[in-house]
């Protein structure tokens, strides 16, 4: 069956140092690769995707992530973390093409210290 | 432009009743996906429907049942309900089948089964 994995439950860090949430697909040679981040009583947003092309894809609030066909990966990153970025974050995979029926892995809890 | 939103926001029910959520969808958008996320886990694809029709289900049972109304907002039905339907509902419209088009989330319903 097709999964997504994010291997950390939760990670701390300093505000300002760098972040890397790892996530592991299961599906496709051409898969297509969500990460959403969920704050409390919002709803998903979306950070970035990765449909093809460039396996480095730059999002919104200064994340990226790189695609590694060889390792079924798609790890999220930040340079820099600031207090504002302490969530839930959330990698998936579109099986069925695109943004259709989405399978999210369990999520990875942020949290930031000052 | 008015984003998704989700009724009620909290509700809570006995086993065995039965419960109705409901979302709307973003302006111009005639598809719409729910999901339902468990405590501690990752949203969990119910089914998607397009232009008032079902357009594709995930692994669950026929108890979980949806309409989408012409003006394209849209119910999740759930009889029969037990403990393990406690959870956050999410729905998320797009257009045009939500194959290349980004959905949108809405804030999610918190059910508790008691």
């Known amino acids: 069956a097709q999964s997504v994995t994010q291997p950390d439950i939760h990670i701390t860090v300093s505000e300002g140092a760098s972040l890397e949430l790892r996530c592991n697909y299961s599906?496709?040679?051409?898969?297509?690769l969500f990460w959403y981040v969920q704050s409390p009583g919002q709803g998903l947003q979306l950070l970035l995707k990765?449909?093809?092309?460039?396996?480095l894809v730059q999002g919104i609030k200064g994340f990226e992530a790189e695609f590694k066909r060889s390792q079924s990966s798609f790890n999220l990153r930040k340079p820099s973390v600031h207090w504002s970025d302490a969530a839930e974050y959330f990698c998936a995979e579109g099986p069925g093409g695109g943004y259709n029926k989405l399978i999210f892995g369990a999520g990875t809890r942020l949290a930031v210290h000052p | 432009e008015t984003g998704v939103t989700q009724s009620p926001t909290h509700l809570i029910k006995t086993r065995g009743q039965q419960v109705t959520l409901r979302c709307s969808s973003q302006s111009g958008h005639n598809t719409v996906s729910w999901y339902q996320q468990a405590l501690g886990q990752g949203p969990q694809f119910i089914f998607q429907y397009y232009r008032e029709e079902e357009n594709g289900r995930g692994n669950f049972p026929p108890r979980f049942s949806g309409l989408q109304f012409p003006n394209y907002s849209s119910e999740l039905n759930v009889n029969a309900l037990e403990l393990d339907d406690s959870a956050l509902y999410l729905c998320?419209?797009?257009?045009?089948?939500?194959?290349?088009?980004?959905?949108?989330f809405g804030p999610g319903t918190r059910l508790t089964v008691l």
């Open positions: 599906y496709g040679a051409t898969p297509y």
């Open positions: 990765y449909f093809s092309g460039d396996t």
């Open positions: 998320a419209s797009s257009l045009e089948g939500a194959g290349g088009n980004e959905q949108f």
